[in-house]
């Protein structure tokens, strides 16, 4: 199985630092600029997601339903959680499954300035997480059957798994095809349409989950519960425990979150799952824990609780949902990445270690701003309030915290510089690039 369970620290030998090579540029690199301000001229063009997504409700439940019960929570809410799984051959050539979890969630109403307003019966929404969806190619996702049985099972009905394909292109005569995904926060969303299934599943069949309600806050030691797919291959999985913190700030990959901490069991498989109270209610999308120590694990929250933005899975599954467009998918506005992939390696003359960029993808704010493939990162120069920060740079883990602080502090049309050597005619010479940030990507491909 493919490790989809997220690392705290990320240290591997190679990176991409962008969306991908067929991103949609959305804006224009306007004048020139000076070393660390806001571009002359440089105008927002996309709409706020953020207000699209206002007429986009989630389901949550009538006070009246609601019941404290893990018992009966959990035989409510079981079948709404499914198994995403793609297959892939590894270095022996044979074939192997990777993927994850995801949570299908009860729609309300739809924003009717999008194409998602022709919702119908037979159409339903799956939340999972971003990364779970980091792959190019065919994928399926599995249903727990009417008897509650699970792909597992010899016996399982196969008219409960529905096929898609991820990729650069907007895919629409598949079952399961992607609404948009944000690598920000981790979340990403997914429509089931069992229309026209042979196997005659209808809308009976499916377990919609609902959400907890707006005025509702997760409380340190509240009991919890998550089901979801560890190792891939053990669907509908329950493991229990309590709110160990809330709005934990993580750095997870590439860039920090906000999540609940819990000591509810995540296991590899178990990403995208769900995180339910006692209610029955999805309080969050469980996304990553450290492989170092037993029982600190993280779930990307329903809403954040004291976190100054809200990156709760809510609030992002609601923009992706209301800028999807027949020609492109979600997306949430304000977000921008350099364009650039990146190795460790040894310095052509020094053969000291360093930072190198192995590629610069085409139309990208890397691409615009002059970086070259072969170019060597020495360091960072950024301002963040009054402290300017100067920050040697030889290794992915070094430059991985400053991008992540980076990320988290400049927006939109602002700009920090690159210290870099680059090969000329009398070999390795020192420069400096400023990096502008220019350009925002709708994210047309959670693959490569």
């Known amino acids: 199985m493919k490790k989809i369970f997220s690392r705290l620290l990320l240290l591997t030998l190679a990176i991409v630092i962008s969306l991908s090579a067929v991103g949609c540029t959305l804006f224009e690199n306007i004048g020139n600029i000076g070393t660390g301000g806001k571009i002359p001229g440089y105008e927002q063009t996309l709409p706020d997601s953020a207000q699209m997504s206002e007429k986009v409700q989630f389901g949550t439940q009538e006070e009246t339903e ?40 009860d729609i309300s109403t739809i924003n009717e300035s999008t194409e998602q307003a022709n919702e119908t019966e037979n159409e339903f929404y799956i939340i999972t997480c971003a990364h779970v969806l980091d792959f190019t190619g065919s994928f399926s996702v599995y249903l727990p059957d009417r008897n509650g049985r699970n792909f597992s099972d010899k016996d399982y009905d196969e008219s409960f798994v529905f096929d898609g394909v991820m990729g650069s292109e907007i895919y629409t005569n598949n079952a399961v095809t992607l609404v948009g995904a944000d690598k920000e926060a981790d979340i990403a969303v997914l429509k089931l349409d069992i229309t026209g299934n ?70 590899h498989g178990n990403s995208g799952g769900a995180l339910f109270n006692y209610y029955g209610e999805l309080v969050g999308i469980t996304n990553g824990g450290s492989e170092v120590y037993d029982g600190i694990n993280y779930a990307i929250p329903f809403k954040n609780v004291y976190s100054e933005n809200d990156m709760g899975f809510v609030n992002i599954a609601k923009q992706l949902i209301a800028t999807k467009t027949a020609t492109n998918y979600g997306y949430v506005s304000g977000r921008w990445n350099m364009g650039i992939v990146t190795s460790n390696g040894k310095h052509p003359e020094t053969n000291e270690n360093c930072f190198m960029i192995t590629e610069v993808v085409a139309g990208t704010n890397a691409a615009k701003s002059g970086l070259l493939k072969d170019d060597i990162i020495t360091g960072v120069l950024y301002t963040i309030g009054t402290e300017q920060h100067n920050v040697a740079i030889t290794s992915n883990a070094e430059f991985l915290l400053v991008f992540a602080e980076i990320k988290e502090e400049y927006t939109l049309g602002e700009s920090f510089v690159l210290k870099i050597e680059r090969n000329g005619s009398n070999g390795y010479e020192e420069q400096t690039i400023t990096f502008n940030i220019t350009e925002q990507f709708i994210f047309c491909n959670t693959g490569n």
């Open 66 to 105: 609601r019941e404290y019960s893990k018992v009966k929570a959990v035989n409510k809410v079981a079948r709404s959680v499914v198994g995403i799984l793609y297959p892939y051959t590894d270095s022996t050539g044979a074939v192997q499954y990777g993927g994850g979890s995801g949570v299908i969630v």
């Open 198 to 267: 042979l196997g005659g599943v209808t809308a009976d069949d499916v377990t919609e989950c609902k959400i907890a309600p707006e005025d509702y806050s997760l409380t340190l030691g509240e009991d919890v519960f998550a089901i979801g797919n560890p190792s891939g291959v053990l669907p509908m999985t329950v493991s229990n425990g309590i709110v160990s913190y809330l709005d934990r700030r993580v750095f997870i990959g590439s860039s920090y979150m906000t999540l609940v901490q819990i000591d509810v069991q995540i296991n």
